[in-house]
């Protein structure tokens, strides 16, 4: 607990602070710090707090950041430190178990990348499924940049590598 302007000692051994949410005063030990460095009391943080799964403090419901791979919370600070991504897709939250890079350097997750690219059969990287084309002949799925590796068989007529 960093800021302890808000205590006042009410006896040698109870120190009492106010919750910074309702501005009730209540025994130290009985709130949790806030990533604000403040106070909330027990039911402050039922009622309008998360606790990040991080750093253990509460934040705001409306400031939390919602891991969907994982269920959990955590705050602008843990998420700014590191281990956790925004899908360049969908726009969800994930830890970077979830992490799925692009040939177009998007930031993928698992369910995206399955649903919306397709592999270069060429370059091995991943590229948005309109951004891929169909080599009949070889029956290669290939990345634009890939595509100059292709030609039209002039026998068949067919592209292939």
């Known amino acids: 607990m960093e800021d302890m302007e808000n205590v006042a000692v ?3 051994e109870v120190a009492t602070a106010v919750c910074e949410h309702c501005g009730e005063q209540f025994e130290v030990d009985e709130m949790v710090e806030t990533v604000s460095g403040g106070l909330v009391c027990r039911d402050c943080l039922e009622s ?25 919370s955590i705050c602008t600070d843990c998420y700014e430190g590191g281990g956790y991504f925004c899908c360049s897709n969908c726009g969800d939250y994930f830890s970077s178990a979830e992490l799925n890079a692009t040939g177009n ?23 948005l499924n ?3 084309r169909y080599a ?5 799925n290939v990345c634009d940049d890939c595509w100059d590796n ?4 002039s026998g068949c007529g067919e592209c292939v590598s």
């Open 150 to 153: 292709y030609g039209e068989c």
């Open 136 to 140: 009949d002949g070889s029956g290669d």
């Open 105 to 127: 350097e998007d930031i993928v997750c698992d369910d995206c990348l399955d649903r919306r690219y397709t592999e270069c059969d060429y370059c091995h990287s991943y590229y």
């Open 48 to 72: 309008a707090y998360v606790v990040c799964s991080d750093c253990g403090r509460a934040l705001k419901r409306s400031d939390e950041i919602a891991l969907r791979d994982t269920g959990e």
């Open 130 to 132: 309109d951004e891929i």
């Open 10 to 12: 009410v006896t040698s």
